[in-house]
């Protein structure tokens, strides 16, 4: 069974930093684009990053120069470094995967087949 687990979310004061994971279990991620999303309270998810299997990038406006985006594939994990996080990156955060062979990824959510369970991330002092 095809199964995405995030971790590594919580609670940091604005300026701070987070790291999520994205373990796959019962597939491999070599082949697929790896996307993460987040959802705040009360507005509709968006798309923050995605790497596809090359190890090409793309990031949202809001994150760009904040977060970077890496994959393992040794470790079966792609992973989200985010940095100087402010209180708006605050909501519940999720990896996807979808079998990606085109030279650029999307962070359209309807893209992507395969989702993990999401993560709170919360950025307050």
């Known amino acids: 069974q095809l199964q995405l687990v995030e971790s590594g979310g919580g609670l940091v004061q604005p300026g701070g930093s987070l790291r999520l994971s994205c373990a796959a279990s019962g597939f491999t991620l070599n082949y697929y684009a790896i996307g993460w999303f987040r959802q705040a309270p009360g507005k509709e998810r968006e798309g923050v990053s995605c790497i596809n299997s090359r190890g090409s990038t793309n990031y949202a406006d809001s994150v760009k120069g904040r977060f970077t985006i890496s994959r393992d594939n040794a470790k079966n994990t792609v992973v989200l470094q985010m940095n100087s996080l402010k209180p708006e990156d605050t909501g519940v955060y999720y990896c996807?995967?979808?079998?990606?062979?085109?030279?650029?990824?999307?962070?359209?959510?309807?893209?992507?087949?395969?989702w993990g369970q999401g993560i709170q991330v919360t950025v307050s002092s």
């Open positions: 996807a995967a979808q079998l990606w062979y085109q030279a650029v990824c999307v962070t359209e959510g309807h893209r992507y087949a395969y």
